[in-house]
Structures are given as structure tokens and as C-alpha cells.
């Protein structure tokens, strides 16, 4: 689908049902950055460099080589999205929030119409070039990302030195510049206070654990995006290697919490996953944060087969239907908070019906 579509339908392809560790693993993400050889770092471009920056990368992707490779990317000036636009993005996990702060002159989406595929141009670098695919796919997603910076590195010059690897902005992501995490869905580490204890162990590993939409962001419906914070002195493929295998151990466990949970307060769980899901399918009047927590206690449902409907893919899609800026969208004018609670709850009765045919 095209942007227009992309602003629109709250489905991406990363909500799609059957990734690796589908119970835990909402979806992974690799991110590349890298910057121009020529040009003075984002913060530091006048407005005709950052023109130009786009311009070299709208040449890039639109190489016959580019397109045979990576598919069609279309490039949409930032500029040209109303502030609900822009937010959507981020809502849709396609563009970071700091994308959004400051001018928007100067800067760029570009997307593929699948979603798989997104660059954000003159971010805090030239380049964040971003996959992102349901489950636990870090291998897949840094397959798709190297093909995609070796076909823009065919025209473009990056800022690279022998010693240190690429050059960026911030010099926590110099050497490989790659960023690789997973969105965990982990109400039993929650429930048992268990990831206060993991959390600092992680750290030590050299990977951090941040909110639903990354850095400075809190953890919505038990939502946690889990990424690597060294990016020099490792390869690529060592840091895929390493997250991979560490979100392996949260995933086991999860389970094994959520399992002694059912176990010792089967009762209490089920009512907590059938109460929400029954004020889902007929409340009236919803906040942000109550669908975030229904939703979040109606998967674990799912995950532990407390319930057989609905889909995974019908959650994520939901969680990105009921956020503010979409339901902006969606209505096609300004709402107030309250509007926006009864539209929410509309919604998700309505999408919960026609998913299950229960009324």
C-alpha cells in the first residue's frame, strides 16, 4: 500500500500472525545509521543541505538496481503531512518521535508499501534505515536492512573510517551503527515484579530496556522494546547473534511465569483476562491507557489459551487503531479527549464482532 493507505489502515505487516515466539515476541527491528561523507551532521545542515540530502537519496532509491533489490520506496518530504500524519507514523512504529521535533523542513520518509521497509532521512543522522517483521526475526530483519544500505551505498557516500567503522551523530552508535531490538509483550515478568530484578542484569549485558515506542517512552500494555546499546567493536552479525539468543532466555521466562501463575491463581487470572475482554467487546466510553491494559491481559488470554479469540494480529492492530492520533485520523477532524474515549470504545466493538461474529 502507498503512504496515503499507510495513514489510514492500521494494519502493517509486522501485526501478521505466525513470527517465531509469536506468545512473546510482538515483532523485531533492525535500524542502520549512517550519515553522508560530505555533508556536516543533521543538527548542523543548513536547509539547502538538507534539500540536498533528500535529493541524493530520492536518486538512490529510485535506481532501477534499488528498485530490482529492495522494491519500490516512495519518498514523501515530511512537510507534507499534517502533524496528525506525522504522528501516525510513530503510532505505526514506522518513525521515531524525536523524527518529529523541531522543523519538519528538511526531512523525509521513505517507505516501502509493504511497511517492511521505511528510511528516515535527517533524523539525528542522514540515514536510519529501519526493517521491522513480526516474532523473532533479528536475522531476517538484518538480511533485508544490509541489502537495502548496500544498494543506497552503491551511489551514496557514507562517512566511514578503517578504525572506528561508520561515522554518526551520536557516538553511541559509531562502528557498526546498527540498533537491533525486539517489542516483548511480558505481563508475567510485570505481574511477579521479576523484570525490576532483570532489568539491571541486562544493562550489564549491554542491552537496554525501553518503552513501547523506544527511548523516553513508557511501557503501554506491558510492552517492552529490548535493543543493544554497543555498537562498536562488535559485527553485526555477533549483536544479531547475541540479542537473539538473550531474548531467547526472556521468552522462556515469561512462560514459565505466566505458567506458575495460571497455576497458582488460575481463577484470578481468568477472570482478569475475561473481565477485559468482556468490557472490550461492550463498554461504551474507553481511555488510551484502559485499551492498552484490556488488550494487553486479552493476548496473554490468547497466549495461554485461556481464550481462542481473537487473533494476535487483531491486538497489535488494535493497539495502533485506538491511539490518539489514528482515532484523529480515522474521525477526519479534531477530537476532544472524551470524543476520542467513545470512539475508541466504538472501535473496538466493532472490530471485535466482525473478527469473532459474537455480538
Same mark, same amino acid.
Given at each position: 500500500?502507498?503512504?496515503?493507505?499507510?495513514?489510514?489502515?492500521?494494519?502493517?505487516?509486522?501485526?501478521?500472525?505466525?513470527?517465531? $515466539?509469536?506468545?512473546?515476541?510482538?515483532?523485531?527491528?533492525?535500524?542502520?545509521?549512517?550519515?553522508?561523507?560530505?555533508?556536516?551532521?543533521?543538527?548542523?545542515?543548513?536547509?539547502?543541505?538538507?534539500? $540536498?540530502?533528500?535529493? #541524493?537519496?530520492?536518486?538512490?532509491?529510485?535506481?532501477? !538496481?534499488?528498485?530490482?533489490?529492495?522494491?519500490?520506496?516512495?519518498?514523501?518530504?515530511?512537510?507534507?503531512?499534517?502533524?496528525? $500524519?506525522?504522528?501516525?507514523?510513530?503510532?505505526?512504529?514506522?518513525?521515531?518521535?524525536?523524527?518529529?521535533?523541531?522543523?519538519?523542513?528538511?526531512?523525509?520518509?521513505?517507505?516501502?508499501?509493504?511497511?517492511?521497509?521505511?528510511?528516515?532521512? %535527517?533524523?539525528?543522522?542522514?540515514?536510519?534505515?529501519?526493517?521491522?517483521?513480526?516474532?523473532?526475526?533479528?536475522? !531476517?530483519?538484518?538480511?533485508?536492512?544490509?541489502?537495502?544500505?548496500?544498494?543506497?551505498?552503491?551511489?551514496?557516500?557514507?562517512?566511514?573510517?578503517?578504525?572506528?567503522?561508520?561515522?554518526?551523530?551520536?557516538?553511541? %552508535?559509531?562502528?557498526?551503527?546498527?540498533?537491533?531490538?525486539?517489542?516483548?509483550?511480558?505481563?508475567?515478568?510485570? #505481574?511477579?515484579?521479576?523484570?525490576?530484578?532483570?532489568?539491571?542484569?541486562?544493562?550489564?549485558?549491554?542491552?537496554?530496556?525501553?518503552?513501547?515506542?523506544? !527511548?523516553?517512552?513508557?511501557?503501554?500494555?506491558?510492552?517492552?522494546?529490548?535493543?543493544?546499546?554497543?555498537?562498536?567493536?562488535?559485527?553485526?552479525?555477533?549483536?544479531?547473534?547475541?540479542?537473539?539468543?538473550?531474548?531467547?532466555?526472556?521468552?522462556?521466562?515469561?512462560?514459565?511465569?505466566?505458567?506458575?501463575?495460571?497455576?497458582?491463581?488460575?481463577?484470578?487470572? !481468568?477472570?482478569?483476562?475475561?473481565?477485559?475482554?468482556?468490557?472490550?467487546?461492550?463498554?461504551?466510553?474507553?481511555?488510551?491507557?484502559?485499551?492498552?491494559?484490556?488488550?494487553?491481559?486479552?493476548?496473554?488470554?490468547?497466549?495461554?489459551?485461556?481464550?481462542?479469540?481473537?487473533?494476535?494480529?487483531?491486538?497489535?492492530?488494535?493497539?495502533?487503531?485506538?491511539?490518539?492520533?489514528?482515532?484523529?485520523?480515522?474521525?477526519?477532524?479534531?477530537?476532544?479527549?472524551?470524543?476520542?474515549?467513545?470512539?475508541?470504545?466504538?472501535?473496538?466493538? $466493532?472490530?471485535?464482532?466482525?473478527?469473532?461474529?459474537?455480538?
Amino acid at each position: 500500500m502507498g503512504l496515503k493507505e499507510t495513514l489510514t489502515n492500521p494494519y502493517s505487516h509486522w501485526m501478521e500472525d505466525g513470527g517465531a $515466539e509469536a506468545d512473546v515476541v510482538v515483532s523485531s527491528r533492525v535500524r542502520l545509521a549512517r550519515d553522508l561523507a560530505d555533508y556536516p551532521f543533521p543538527h548542523r545542515l543548513t536547509r539547502e543541505q538538507a534539500e $540536498e540530502v533528500i535529493h #541524493a537519496v530520492r536518486l538512490a532509491v529510485e535506481r532501477p !538496481e534499488t528498485v530490482a533489490k529492495v522494491g519500490q520506496l516512495e519518498v514523501t518530504r515530511l512537510s507534507e503531512l499534517t502533524p496528525v $500524519e506525522r504522528r501516525v507514523l510513530v503510532e505505526k512504529h514506522l518513525v521515531s518521535p524525536d523524527f518529529l521535533k523541531g522543523d519538519a523542513t528538511g526531512k523525509a520518509i521513505v517507505l516501502r508499501p509493504d511497511e517492511v521497509v521505511s528510511i528516515m532521512v %535527517n533524523e539525528e543522522d542522514h540515514l536510519r534505515i529501519q526493517c521491522l517483521l513480526p516474532g523473532l526475526t533479528l536475522e !531476517e530483519c538484518w538480511g533485508l536492512a544490509s541489502t537495502v544500505d548496500d544498494a543506497l551505498e552503491a551511489t551514496l557516500e557514507y562517512s566511514f573510517s578503517e578504525d572506528f567503522g561508520y561515522l554518526t551523530t551520536c557516538q553511541t %552508535n559509531v562502528g557498526t551503527g546498527l540498533r537491533a531490538s525486539v517489542m516483548l509483550h511480558l505481563p508475567g515478568l510485570v #505481574a511477579t515484579r521479576m523484570l525490576d530484578e532483570i532489568i539491571p542484569g541486562l544493562s550489564k549485558l549491554g542491552v537496554t530496556v525501553r518503552g513501547l515506542y523506544g !527511548e523516553g517512552t513508557r511501557a503501554a500494555g506491558h510492552l517492552f522494546q529490548v535493543s543493544n546499546q554497543i555498537t562498536l567493536g562488535r559485527s553485526e552479525e555477533e549483536i544479531v547473534s547475541n540479542l537473539t539468543a538473550l531474548v531467547q532466555r526472556l521468552v522462556s521466562q515469561e512462560r514459565e511465569t505466566r505458567k506458575r501463575l495460571y497455576r497458582e491463581q488460575r481463577e484470578a487470572l !481468568e477472570d482478569r483476562v475475561y473481565r477485559s475482554y468482556g468490557i472490550l467487546r461492550n463498554a461504551r466510553v474507553m481511555t488510551s491507557e484502559e485499551a492498552m491494559q484490556h488488550l494487553s491481559d486479552v493476548r496473554l488470554g490468547l497466549a495461554i489459551k485461556i481464550i481462542k479469540d481473537p487473533a494476535f494480529s487483531l491486538i497489535s492492530e488494535l493497539m495502533v487503531l485506538t491511539q490518539p492520533a489514528f482515532l484523529v485520523k480515522t474521525a477526519g477532524k479534531e477530537l476532544k479527549p472524551f470524543e476520542r474515549d467513545v470512539l475508541r470504545a466504538r472501535l473496538i466493538r $466493532e472490530r471485535l464482532t466482525a473478527a469473532t461474529g459474537k455480538g
